[in-house]
């Protein structure tokens, strides 16, 4: 099991820009696919971005293309969400997960098998 951290979320107006970190534990982060999920109030969880293992292909929502931009930092053991232009929508809590046996990034939530605790965004109009 891999213990996942998430930092970096807070209010921003529309338009603005934030950055989440998420923190792994263990000497194997690089074998996981990493991926950013949010819910919203009375939402399911929704996929947003998703980072590969060693060769770090990613894959994002349709929604946030353009936007959002999700990285990993290999000697940190971190996987970061750049997120610019942010609207409204964006408003949710963001998840860390770590998907431990996918060979490429993934969608499903119910793919990824250990879970941050969240930290949430807040998009103001």
């Known amino acids: 099991q891999v213990q996942l951290v998430e930092s970096g979320g807070g209010l921003v107006q529309a338009g603005g820009s934030l950055r989440l970190s998420c923190a792994a534990s263990?000497?194997?982060?690089?074998?996981?696919?990493m991926g950013w999920f949010r819910q919203a109030p009375g939402k399911e969880r929704e996929f947003v971005a998703a980072i590969g293992r060693t060769r770090g292909s990613t894959r994002y929502a349709d929604s946030v293309k353009g936007r959002f931009t999700i990285s990993r930092d290999y000697a940190k053991n971190t996987v970061s969400l750049q997120m610019n232009s942010l609207k409204p929508d964006d408003t949710a809590v963001y998840y860390c997960?770590?998907?431990?046996?996918?060979?490429?990034?993934?969608?499903?939530?119910?793919?990824?098998?250990?879970w941050g605790q969240g930290t949430q965004v807040t998009v103001s109009s």
């Open positions: 997960a770590a998907d431990r046996l996918a060979l490429v990034p993934r969608v499903g939530p119910t793919e990824y098998d250990d």
């Open positions: 263990g000497r194997t982060f690089s074998t996981y696919v």
